[in-house]
C-alpha cells in the first residue's frame, strides 16, 4: 500500500501519476503549479504529505492563490472645516426636531391652533337696541377652551336689563317642571341678549356642534357661587342674571346653558338630581352615547369637564348615583361628533380611576386632555 504525497489518498500502486489527482503527471511535465495553505497562507509546493508544517491544516489538491497580504490602514488627516459643517447640520436637525415634536404631539391629540375657530365678529361700543333698559353698559369677555385652544367671547351686559328682570320664579302646587323652566329659560325680556351671544358664537366657526363647544366651556369656566351655595337661596337665576353677575350654582349655571344651546338649535334637557341636590344638563346625542338610557348626553355645568363624562365628584353632590329627573327644554339637532368626547372621557375616568400617582406616560395624557378641555390642573 502506498500514499500518494499531494493528495493523500491510499492505493496499492504507488506509481505516479495518481489516479485521483493526477499530480504525479504534472510532476512528470515538470508543471508543478505553486500551492499555498488555504488556512495561513503559507507556500507548500514542496511540502511532502498533506498537512501544512505551519499550521496543521489539511492540505488540498488543487493549487490556491496565494492571499493577498493586509494592507494596514492609513490614518486620514482630519479636515476641521467638515467637522464644523457636520456639527452645524446636527444643530439644525436637532432645533427642527424639537420644534417639530411639540406640533406633532398637538396634531395628534387634537390641540394647537384650530382653524375651524376663528376671533368673533364684533362691533365694539354697538348696543343692541333691544329695551329702553339698556343703561349701565359693562363688557364681559366669557373665555372658553376648545380642543387646547382658550379664546373669549366678549359680551355687553346692561345694568338697567338686570334691575328690570321679574321676581324669580318659584314652584308652586301643580307647576309642572319643565313649564317653570321653560318660562325662566325663555324670559322674553332677555331671550334678544342671549341671542346676541349666541349670533357671535356662530360668527366664530360654521360648524354647528364646535358652537355648542364653545358654549358649554364658557359657562363651565364662570365662578361657582359658594356664598349662595352656602345659603338659603330661592329660585333659579334667569339666564341674563347669571351672566350678569358671572356666577352662579349649578341650577343657575345649568338653565344659563340649556338656554344658550336651545338658541343654537340643539335638543336639550335638564338632568335634576334629587338625592344629591344637583342639576346638570342633557343634549341630545346619536344612540350609544347618552346617560342612562335618556336619550340625552350628560353635560357638567359646574366646572370645566369633557362632555358625557358623568363620574366626577361635584360641588355639594358628591358621586351621581340617583337616576335624574329629565326635564325637556327643547327639541332640535343632536350633538352628532360626539364620539371624541365620549373616547377623552373614558380615557379620563381610566386615569382617574389609577390614583393620585401616575407613570409618565398617563401623566403625559392626563396632562395633554387638561390643556384640550381646560380641566384644572389643581384640586378646588
Keep these: 500500500m502506498a500514499r500518494c504525497p499531494y493528495c493523500g489518498a491510499t492505493r496499492a500502486d504507488g506509481s505516479l501519476p495518481c489516479p485521483y489527482c493526477a499530480e504525479g503527471a504534472r510532476e512528470a511535465a515538470r ?188 359657562v363651565q369656566h364662570l365662578e361657582y357661587d359658594d356664598e349662595r351655595a352656602a345659603g338659603t337661596y330661592y329660585g333659579v337665576r334667569y339666564p341674563y342674571e347669571t351672566l350678569y353677575l358671572g356666577r352662579g350654582v349649578c341650577s343657575d349655571r345649568s338653565v344659563l346653558l340649556a338656554a344658550l344651546l336651545r338658541e343654537l338649535g340643539f335638543g336639550v334637557a335638564l338632568f335634576e338630581f334629587e338625592a344629591e341636590n344637583h342639576m346638570a344638563v342633557g343634549i341630545l346625542c346619536p344612540d350609544g352615547y347618552d346617560y342612562r338610557g335618556t336619550g340625552y348626553a350628560f353635560i357638567e355645568s359646574t366646572a370645566p369637564s369633557i362632555i358625557t363624562d358623568a363620574g366626577g365628584e361635584y360641588r355639594g353632590a358628591g358621586r351621581l348615583v340617583s337616576m335624574p329627573v329629565v326635564i325637556p327644554v327643547a327639541g332640535g339637532a343632536p350633538f352628532t361628533s360626539i364620539v371624541t368626547e365620549a373616547e377623552d372621557a373614558a380615557e379620563w375616568n381610566g386615569l382617574r380611576g389609577m390614583g393620585p400617582s401616575l407613570d409618565s406616560f398617563h401623566y403625559g395624557r392626563w396632562q395633554q386632555l387638561c390643556r384640550k378641555y381646560g380641566l384644572p390642573t389643581t384640586p378646588d
Design 31 to 218: 508543471i508543478r503549479p505553486r500551492r499555498y495553505c488555504a488556512r495561513c497562507g503559507q507556500d507548500v509546493t514542496t511540502v511532502q504529505g498533506v498537512w501544512c508544517p505551519w499550521c496543521g491544516f489539511r492540505l488540498l489538491a488543487v493549487a490556491s492563490p496565494p492571499r493577498a497580504p493586509v494592507a494596514a490602514a492609513t490614518p486620514r488627516a482630519v479636515n476641521p472645516g467638515r467637522v464644523l459643517i457636520l456639527l452645524f447640520l446636527l444643530a439644525v436637525g436637532g432645533f427642527a426636531a424639537v420644534q417639530a415634536v411639540p406640533g406633532f404631539i398637538e396634531q395628534l391629540y387634537g390641540l394647537g391652533p384650530d382653524p375651524s375657530i376663528h376671533e368673533p365678529t364684533v362691533i365694539p361700543g354697538s348696543p343692541p337696541g333691544h329695551s329702553s333698559h339698556e343703561t349701565g353698559a359693562g363688557g364681559l369677555d366669557l373665555t372658553y377652551t376648545v380642543r387646547g385652544r382658550t379664546g373669549a367671547v366678549p359680551v355687553v351686559l346692561y345694568r338697567g336689563v338686570y334691575d328690570a328682570l321679574p321676581d324669580r320664579i318659584v314652584g308652586f302646587v301643580g307647576d309642572d317642571e319643565a313649564a317653570r323652566y321653560g318660562r325662566v329659560i325663555g324670559e322674553p325680556s332677555t331671550s334678544p341678549y342671549l341671542r346676541d351671544i349666541v349670533t357671535t358664537i356662530a360668527s366664530m366657526t360654521d360648524e354647528p356642534d364646535d358652537r355648542g363647544r364653545i358654549a358649554v366651556s364658557l
